[in-house]
């Protein structure tokens, strides 16, 4: 059996009213200048999670919770 990553829970507080940060959230391009990495996620709970950095690695995650 492969080695399974141990799973990860990342949760951002941000400072911010939700309006302007859902703009970043749900534009791919918006939320790669934001992370510097190619970024995609689908804002609902079950959505996919992708992160894409320049070293050539991958996140991958799954969205938990959307308020």
């Known amino acids: 059996m492969p080695d399974k990553k141990p799973d990860e829970v990342h949760e951002e507080r941000i400072g911010a009213p ?13 939320l790669s200048a934001w992370f510097g990495a190619d970024a995609w996620l689908d804002p609902e709970v079950g959505g996919g999670v992708l ?17």
Not at 18 to 30: Q, S, Y
Not at 51 to 67: C, H, K, M, Q, Y
């Open 51 to 67: 992160f894409r950095f320049a070293d050539g690695s991958i996140r991958r995650g799954t969205v938990l919770e959307v308020d």
């Open 18 to 30: 939700p309006a302007d940060v859902w703009g970043f959230m749900v534009d791919p391009a918006a």
